[in-house]
């Protein structure tokens, strides 16, 4: 299977983004629209789930109706900033088992660096999906695709909210199978690997750290 991005252009979308760019908004509201975001972007990034048809007893009559079938889904944050989206994905996909992967972008270098991984242990028989506000350089998000391919994944979905073009391009190179769900590419990234325009450090705005 190959990989794809997918941009969303749909109003709800962009006017939660635009209040989340927004250097006032606080950490409470900031906290809850990267979750509503999720929560919609989660509708799209399900939309070639398979479904099996079921017959249904209603208090009227016999409903012929579809339900999920086929493999089983995880969500998997990059911390820290990624725990913001489970909870919207949750919402959408409550039986959804969630593993963790603990990054954090040395701020010299900007390489990744792991610092934890907690995974369900049938990890590598469900769809996979990756959870991270940012796309900036690209280079947690590889590495956390490296890291589930190691647990034997194959089925692996990449959501970002915003992206960066080098983001982007490099999960293109090094994961081409990866297809990647994005609300907004925004224009490039800035000296200190910063998203521009973007939304400033989205782990300080979701955690108040800053
Ligand atoms: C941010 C963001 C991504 C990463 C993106 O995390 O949440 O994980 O940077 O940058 P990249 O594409 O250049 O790798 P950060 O390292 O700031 O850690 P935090 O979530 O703990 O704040
Ligand atoms: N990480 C963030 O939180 N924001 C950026 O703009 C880039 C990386």
């Known amino acids: 299977m190959s990989g794809n991005v997918h941009i969303f252009n749909h109003p709800l979308i962009h ?6 760019r927004d250097k006032n908004t606080g950490t409470n509201e900031f906290r ?3 979750s509503e975001i999720a929560a919609l972007m989660c509708y799209e990034a399900t939309r070639d789930m398979p479904t099996r048809d079921i017959q249904v007893e209603t208090p009227v009559g016999i409903a012929n109706c579809k339900t999920l079938a086929g493999k089983k889904v995880a969500i998997v944050p990059i911390l820290r900033a990624g725990l913001g989206m489970v909870d919207g994905m949750l919402s959408m996909l409550p039986s959804a088992k969630v593993g963790h992967i603990g990054l954090y972008r040395d701020p010299s270098t900007l390489a990744p660096v792991t610092y934890y991984c907690k995974m369900p242990p049938d ?3 469900r769809e996979v999906i990756i959870v991270d506000p940012m796309l900036a350089t690209g280079g947690s998000a590889s590495a956390a695709v490296e890291m589930m391919k190691g647990y034997g994944c194959k089925n692996i979905k990449m959501m970002n909210i915003l992206a960066a073009p080098e ?21 490039h990234l800035n000296e200190h690997g910063y998203i521009v325009p973007g939304l400033g450090d989205a782990g300080d705005r979701i955690f108040g750290t800053k």
Request: hydrophobic share 45%; aromatic share 4%.
């Open 32 to 34: 809850t629209i990267i």
């Open 15 to 20: 006017h939660k983004l635009s209040i989340i």
């Open 123 to 125: 990890i590598s028989e």
């Open 167 to 187: 983001g982007i391009e490099l999960m293109r190179r090094e994961h081409p199978d990866v297809s990647i769900y994005v609300a907004a590419v925004d224009d």
